[in-house]
Nanobody, 120 residues
Framework: QVQLAESGGGLVQAGGSLTLSCAAS????????MRWYRQFPGKQRELVAT???????TYLDSVKGRFTISRDDAKNTVYLKMNSLKAEDTAVYYC??????????????WGKGTLVTVSS
């Protein structure tokens, strides 16, 4: 069984920085793309950043230049470094990964989310 566990959320002042981590565990054979989403109250989740298996990255326009996604394949972990945080970045952040587990094809797994609160 595969699990994703996020960490690193919390309260930060506007202009500050946070780094989120998401570690995948279980009978993992391969990880393809890894992503970070966020969800505002009453809204659908939006895709914030993607990093492919080849480490190509894409970002939501509103976070370009402020957020950086990276991965450590040896640790099955994806990171989201968030700088110059704004109040409008306040949301629950979720990680998502395309993972091939033992006796399985690729499947999209989700973490439970971590709350980021930016005070203005």
């Amino acid at each position: 069984q595969v699990q994703l566990a996020e960490s690193g959320g919390g309260l930060v002042q506007a202009g500050g920085s946070l780094t989120l981590s998401c570690a995948a565990s279980g009978s993992i054979l391969s990880i393809n793309a890894m992503r970070w989403y966020r969800q505002f109250p009453g809204k659908q989740r939006e895709l914030v950043a993607t990093i492919t298996g080849g480490s190509s990255t894409t970002y939501l326009d509103s976070v370009k230049g402020r957020f950086t996604i990276s991965r450590d394949d040896a640790k099955n972990t994806v990171y989201l470094k968030m700088n110059s945080l704004k109040a409008e970045d306040t949301a629950v952040y979720y990680c998502n990964a395309e993972i091939m587990a033992l006796f399985s094809d690729y499947y999209n797994y989700w973490g439970k989310g971590t709350l980021v609160t930016v005070s203005s």
